[in-house]
């Protein structure tokens, strides 16, 4: 099973309003067996995208907090409430400290809650393969949002990111400057389960064409 998570980021596209539409939209596109598809949607509006689209729909930040007085925080429980099941964790854009990262990890394997674990480099997919995560995404920061993609740049990086988390069990996603075909059959091949993009398919002009155009090279 390959997997695509699309992070809608907050774009004035893909917040709001627009959150529900684009998802629609994307969902249409994509009707492809052996691919699992999952929109990580603003805070915002996660109860009323979960409500419609169900499982794929998820966070994109989790707190390391159970419920209680955590003003400004997103507990693992709250999004169970909202019946939403799966969380990004550290991105490059909302960035966690490692010791935080562990708790949060421990607290959401025990909820059932499974994370995506955003790692910038391979010393940090080697220290999140032990970790109770299902999935890893290799995203380099500077490469994200860019044209140039990962799997053109750091390819053998994306191998040996594979290589450690096919040992330790856990799905390498890769991420950053992914935005046509070529750059997710390059990552398939070298050894990822599948890819985290956003900006290339979010901010698209034809975001349901690019959507499927992806998926299709990762069969």
């Known amino acids: 099973m390959k997997t695509i998570i699309v992070n809608f980021k907050q774009y004035h596209e893909s917040t709001g309003r627009s959150a529900i539409s684009l998802i629609s939209l994307l969902n249409h596109a994509i009707d492809f067996k052996g691919i699992e598809t999952?929109?990580?949607?603003?805070?915002?509006?996660?109860?009323?995208?979960?409500?419609?689209y169900g499982d794929m729909v998820i966070a994109q930040h989790v707190d390391g907090v159970d419920s209680g007085p955590y003003t400004g925080h997103v507990s693992y429980r709250t999004l169970l409430n909202m019946g939403v099941r799966k969380s990004l964790l550290n991105h490059s854009e909302r960035k966690v400290k490692k010791e935080i990262i562990a708790?949060?990890?421990?607290?959401?394997?025990?909820?059932?809650?499974?994370?995506?674990?955003?790692?910038?480099?391979?010393?940090?997919?080697?220290?999140?393969?032990?970790?109770?995560?299902?999935?890893?995404?290799?995203?380099?920061?500077?490469?994200?949002?860019?044209?140039i993609s990962v799997s053109t740049a750091n390819p053998d990086t994306i191998r040996d990111a594979a290589v450690v988390c096919d040992r330790a069990d856990k799905a390498l996603l890769v991420g950053a400057g992914i935005k046509v075909p070529d750059d997710a059959r390059k990552s398939v091949e070298l050894g990822a389960s599948g890819i985290l993009i956003s900006s290339g398919v979010v901010l698209s002009r034809e975001p349901g064409d690019a959507l499927s155009s992806l998926a299709k090279a990762l069969l």
């Open 38 to 52: 999952f929109f990580a949607v603003s805070l915002t509006d996660l109860l009323s995208a979960s409500e419609i």
């Open 103 to 147: 708790k949060t990890a421990m607290l959401c394997d025990k909820a059932g809650v499974e994370l995506i674990l955003c790692a910038a480099d391979i010393d940090e997919v080697k220290m999140f393969s032990s970790l109770p995560v299902p999935f890893i995404a290799y995203e380099p920061p500077d490469l994200i949002g860019g044209n």
